[in-house]
């Protein structure tokens, strides 16, 4: 099948995923960084931890090595939502909706639910990601095309975490 060719409603995988390199090659030239969001969430919790409790986030060992700023993290998580909303709204498939298809027909209609799911989740992957020492994006894009052996386990471990947990939820 050719890239061009792609039958979904969706943009051709085959040409984000090029896409995707292209640009991980271009930030890391450009801006010597590389592609990655967890440190986003970091320093999110830092500028949120010096409003609520600044006292407590000042004695914290992380940010006092790593004092919360806005970075050009902030400008790629933005980047991630902006281009993910044209990317649903040129592709067909933007949906108005708080609780998809496959999960109503899995597990019923009840938001809350799927909300503490989801945060849940959430929470998981951030927890994995600062243990990690990286989020999925960091390991899985930049640090492959490094060819880093430790973003080689992690993207392994991913994969097979992810049909763990979705063979049994979905059964697939």
């Not at 600062?130 to 973003?151: D, F």
């Amino acid at each position: 099948m050719d890239a061009l060719d792609y039958p979904g409603p969706a943009w051709s995988p085959y040409l984000v995923g090029a896409g995707i390199g292209v640009l991980s090659w271009l930030t890391l030239y450009f801006s010597d960084k590389t592609i990655g969001a967890s440190s986003f969430y970091a320093f999110l919790a830092g500028f949120l931890g010096k409003r609520i409790a600044p006292g407590h986030t000042a004695s914290l060992t992380y940010f006092k090595d790593n004092p919360p700023h806005v970075s050009w993290g902030f400008v790629f998580v933005g980047a991630i939502i902006v281009g993910g909303a044209i990317a649903a709204l040129t592709g067909g498939e933007f949906a108005n909706e708080w609780l998809s298809p496959m999960w109503v027909a899995r597990f019923g209609d009840d938001i809350a639910l799927r909300a503490a799911v989801a945060f849940s989740g959430g929470m998981l992957m951030a927890f994995g990601a600062r243990l990690a020492g990286g989020c999925t994006s960091g390991h899985g894009i930049s640090g492959t095309l490094q060819l880093n052996l430790a973003s080689w386990i992690t993207v392994l471990c991913i994969f097979v975490g992810g049909v763990a947990v979705a063979l049994p939820l979905f059964k697939l």
